[in-house]
T-cell receptor, first 109, second 113 residues
Framework: GQQVMQIPQYQHVQEGEDFTTYCNSS?????IQWYKQRPGGHPVFLIQ?????EVKKQKRLTFQFGEAKKNSSLHITATQTTDVGTYFC?????????FGSGTKLNVKP | EADIYQTPRYLVIGTGKKITLECSQT?????MYWYQQDPGMELHLIHY???????EKGDLSSESTVSRIRTEHFPLTLESARPSHTSQYLC????????????FGPGTRLTVL
């Protein structure tokens, strides 16, 4: 069945270092979304990618959707302590969502 | 910010009790979802609904049931709670047309003793 794999599971970085999380689907997706969940909070929508090869930026965050629409990445430049949390991708296909397992980011000041 | 509410926020109950977790949204969204999430872990879809009188089981087997009698309301019921049900339960909704961004409620943290 449909699966969305996300790596790494955990990432510890020093403040100012970059961070990347990767999402891979076993099948082609119609779109992919990214969410952030702060510790003790609930997932909050960040962005949606729809087109093959699409790249979107939000300040220090860069989101990419692969050419085959089966993989995606989120890159954070120069992390800050406010970036701490778990980042989830969610692939959308045939009217269903498939959340990745999440990457937990810890940023040391 | 989305208008989706969950009550209670925290619940501690004894084994065998029947409980209902409430979820309401005021955005007129067609689609609603229930997820189970252990702290810091992945989200498991347990139920979803694409509209009134429509409910489906998710990917994670669950002993809970849901109903969708009104668009804005999607309660989840556990007939007999057990310690294995201890977890956080997140409700979400999405417009159901284009985009399909999911808006999450604050969650209910359930502890079954």
């Amino acid at each position: 069945g449909q699966q969305v794999m996300q790596i790494p599971q955990y990432q510890h970085v020093q403040e100012g270092e970059d961070f990347t999380t990767y999402c891979n689907s076993s099948t082609t997706l119609s779109n992919i979304q990214w969410y952030k969940q702060r510790p003790g909070g609930h997932p909050v929508f960040l962005i949606q990618l729809v087109k093959s090869g699409e790249v979107k930026k939000q300040k220090r965050l860069t989101f990419q959707f692969g050419e085959a629409k089966k993989n995606s990445s989120l890159h954070i430049t120069a992390t800050q302590t406010t970036d701490v949390g778990t980042y989830f991708c969610a692939g959308h296909n045939f009217n269903k969502f498939y959340f990745g397992s999440g990457t937990k980011l810890n940023v040391k000041p | 910010e989305a208008d989706i509410y969950q009550t209670p926020r925290y619940l501690v109950i004894g084994t065998g009790k029947k409980i209902t977790l409430e979820c309401s949204q005021t955005m007129g969204h067609d689609k609603m979802y229930w997820y189970q999430q252990d702290p810091g872990m992945e989200l498991h879809l347990i139920h979803y609904s694409y509209g009134v009188n429509s409910t489906e089981k998710g990917d994670l087997s669950s002993e809970s049931t849901v109903s969708r009698i009104r668009t804005e309301h999607f309660p989840l019921t556990l007939e007999s709670a057990r310690p294995s049900h201890t977890s956080q339960y997140l409700c979400a909704s999405s417009p159901g047309r284009g985009g399909d961004t999911q808006y999450f409620g604050p969650g209910t943290r359930l502890t079954v003793l």
